[in-house]
């Protein structure tokens, strides 16, 4: 009776393992697929985005004259050309930002780093193009 309990034990330990074993290869599957699904939208997100989202920017010029603001525009981008800068029609002016910042801390500080040469300078929320 000692080896007819002792394979009974066996044979449940077994089970219980060959159990385990299935519910966690499914359950890796199914992890598997919804990882795949994320990422599937991330993409279809960032292709309907254009890869922008919510940041900030630097506004240093704005005005009616397309001119001056290609000028300020080429001023910052020669002393600065490490950041980004964009020349934007908003009816009815011409407007220079700076920079893609993902938040208002990183905004602050190229800000203080730039309003010595454009004082008028100030930081908006924008749409932005993260490069990290």
């Known amino acids: 009776m000692h080896i007819c309990s002792m394979k009974a034990r066996l044979l449940i330990i077994f089970f219980t393992l060959f159990g385990f074993l299935s519910y966690s290869q499914s359950s890796i599957d199914d992890n598997n697929a919804k990882l795949k699904m994320l990422s599937e939208k991330a993409a279809e997100y960032h292709h309907k ?14 005005g009616i004259d397309k001119t001056a603001a290609n000028d300020v525009k080429q001023k910052f981008s020669s002393k600065y050309n490490d950041i980004n800068s964009y020349l934007e029609y908003q009816q009815p002016n011409w407007v220079v930002v700076v920079g893609d910042f993902k938040t208002r801390i990183d905004a602050y500080e190229i800000f203080k780093k730039i309003q010595s040469d454009f004082p008028n300078a100030f930081i908006v929320k924008s749409k932005i193009r993260p490069t990290r």
């Open 49 to 62: 985005t254009n890869g922008e989202r919510d940041g900030y920017r630097i506004k240093i010029h704005f």
